[in-house]
């Protein structure tokens, strides 16, 4: 086997000409594995075997389901970790979002049509239930106030398309640029259109108060679309959910064009692939999706690819070429977490399905070239940073000099630790937390392994301190993170409470 060094090469041209297949990849995953959760895997046993497999966040897709149902997601996720201690799980619910819907068929029947067949959309409430081949009812009100004669209109995920004719009151005369078949309830898409619609149905309202009642650790906010979307949401959580991480789904040209306002406001950002490549041209998806990564990264924002990534293992024991190809290039651009969908959820083949994605993110990461990316990081980097950023800067370029086998990071709120991750270590980051729900959301961030420490904290400070140090290192040598002997780079505060990272030292793990 071909173990790569990263020593004297300095830049990335130079590092990817000497890539091998023979590599021999670095022991642990840095990178988090989201799986949906569906019939196929709500229950104990499952949901024990995909963690042991690598997964790291539960996905509840609040567009299906009951709450009983996504109760007992729950309840299955947290009654496998009593069961099988191990790495602390996270829970994420993804909103259903605003969205626009076609009525329902007359007498409930579908309507084939084909290309050049000219029809009316309307928002007229009569034909809410009695649509036909020549009137569709679409339940946006204020469609025929966005759209303009030559704008396409996509119906169900984009199967059929429709070019707009003539824009009336309450009428769209639209004419089919494809065969297809109409039916009720079908998903429209407005591409290149800014739609005002709410960012929070009742239905995301009442979705989210149940997350908080439940304790949920993260929401995946669905078509957000700017800056205030995120605010609303927050609004709507409340001081009861001011803890949960809030991920925004960027699925549209609206999205897209106000990422930067999203991202001031977001803890991360979703690269949604599916409606996003219906609302722009596909071709340009991954220029989207390039963007939002590197941006997130010089954030310092989590960032997650999703969408697609191994559809095929639904159904086939083995994926395409091209879709590890896809989850190794998502890990390469820089995402921190890659997302199973209907793999898990509705698939034939769940545990090979996350298997297969924790392979190929293992030696994906094996394949980044880490001293030149900590130096484009930090050199675009703005300055002054404040304290706890330059000590987590610091720590990482004490941990490629001193080649340490960990940083060890004692956090209650999981900034210091997002910040370590910002800067892309090649070493494991230890995050030690008194903090329960900060153990869960730190799977967010590249290279971060959360443990929970329930001891009580002393009277005497370092000695507090030197007491997590320790368990830390016990855990992390027990765990094969890194070995005895190893250098060890330490971040603390030097009081306790948020905001005073202060303080690092350079140990050897004993």
Same mark, same amino acid.
């Given at each position: ?6 020593? &004297?090469? $300095? ?20 990178? %988090? ?31 299906? @389901? %009951? ?18 201690? @191990? ?20 007498? @409930?029947?579908?309507? /084939? ?16 239930? %009695? %649509? ?27 199967? $059929? ?26 998903? =429209?898409? #407005? ?7 709410? &960012? #929070?149905?009742?239905?995301?309202? &009442? ?8 304790? =949920? ?26 803890h949960i991480k809030i991920i925004s789904k960027i699925e549209n040209h609206q999205g897209v064009h106000n990422f930067d306002d999203i991202l001031a406001e977001t803890d991360g950002v979703m690269v949604a692939r599916g409606d996003l490549g219906i609302e722009i041209p596909c071709s340009t998806v991954f220029l989207a999706q390039k963007m939002m990564i590197a941006k997130c990264n010089l954030a310092g924002k989590s960032v997650i690819c999703a969408t697609q990534m191994l559809e095929s293992m639904t159904y086939n024991p083995r994926p395409t070429r091209a879709e590890v190809s896809d989850v190794a290039n998502a890990i390469l651009d820089g995402a921190d977490c890659v997302m199973l969908s209907g793999e898990t959820a ?30 484009? *990081? ?41 910040? =370590? ?15 329960? /729900? ?34 830390? $290192? ?15 780079? $330490?971040?603390? @505060?030097?009081?306790?409470? *948020? ?9 050897? &793990?004993?």
């Amino acid at each position: 086997m071909v173990y790569f060094s990263d020593d &004297a090469i $300095m830049n990335n041209l130079e590092w990817v000409s000497s890539l091998s297949i023979d590599v021999e990849p670095s022991a642990v995953r840095r990178s %988090s594995i989201i799986c949906t959760i569906g019939p196929k895997t709500n229950n104990v046993e499952m949901i024990t075997a995909l963690r042991k497999e690598g997964m790291n966040i539960v996905r509840m897709n609040f567009s299906h @389901g %009951s709450y009983e149902y996504h109760k007992s997601v729950i309840d299955n996720t947290r009654q496998s970790c009593l069961e099988t201690p @191990g790495k602390p799980v996270a829970i994420a619910l993804d909103t259903k979002g605003p969205e626009i819907r076609t009525g329902l068929m007359k007498d @409930g029947v579908d309507v /084939p049509f084909t290309a050049g067949h000219q029809m009316t959309f309307t928002t007229d409430e009569t034909y809410a239930e %009695s %649509s036909t081949d020549q009137v569709l009812y679409i339940d946006y009100k204020n469609i025929t106030k966005v759209l303009e004669p030559g704008k396409t209109i996509y119906v169900d995920d984009g199967v $059929m398309s429709f070019r707009v004719l003539e824009v009336g009151d309450k009428d769209l005369k639209v004419e089919a640029l494809n065969n297809g078949k109409l039916s009720s309830k079908k998903g =429209v898409n #407005l591409p290149k259109t800014n739609v005002d619609l709410p &960012a #929070l149905s009742e239905k995301d309202k &009442a979705d989210l108060k149940f997350g908080v009642e439940q304790g =949920v650790d993260i929401i995946f906010a669905s078509f957000i679309r700017s800056g205030e979307d995120v605010r609303e949401i927050r609004r709507v959580l409340g001081d009861a959910g001011k803890h949960i991480k809030i991920i925004s789904k960027i699925e549209n040209h609206q999205g897209v064009h106000n990422f930067d306002d999203i991202l001031a406001e977001t803890d991360g950002v979703m690269v949604a692939r599916g409606d996003l490549g219906i609302e722009i041209p596909c071709s340009t998806v991954f220029l989207a999706q390039k963007m939002m990564i590197a941006k997130c990264n010089l954030a310092g924002k989590s960032v997650i690819c999703a969408t697609q990534m191994l559809e095929s293992m639904t159904y086939n024991p083995r994926p395409t070429r091209a879709e590890v190809s896809d989850v190794a290039n998502a890990i390469l651009d820089g995402a921190d977490c890659v997302m199973l969908s209907g793999e898990t959820a509705k698939g034939s083949y769940p545990l090979e399905a996350v298997r297969t994605m924790h392979e190929t993110c293992l030696l994906a990461e094996s394949a980044i070239c880490y001293p030149p990316l900590f130096n484009e *990081l930090r050199d675009l980097t703005p300055r002054p940073t404040k304290t706890t950023e330059t000590v987590a800067i610091s720590a990482v370029s004490a941990a490629h000099e001193q080649a340490a086998g960990a940083i060890i990071v004692l956090t209650t709120s999981g900034t210091t630790a997002r910040l =370590v991750s910002k800067y892309r270590p090649k070493c494991p980051i230890i995050c030690l937390t008194r903090s329960a /729900p900060t153990a869960r959301q730190v799977h967010l961030h590249r290279g971060c392994y959360p443990y929970y420490y329930e001891i009580e904290r002393g009277t005497d400070w370092q000695e507090d301190v030197d007491a997590r140090l320790k368990y830390g $290192m016990k855990r992390g040598i027990e765990d094969g993170l890194f070995k005895k002997g190893d250098v060890v780079v $330490m971040i603390q @505060g030097w009081k306790g409470g *948020l905001g005073n990272t202060n303080t690092l030292r350079v140990l050897h &793990a004993e």
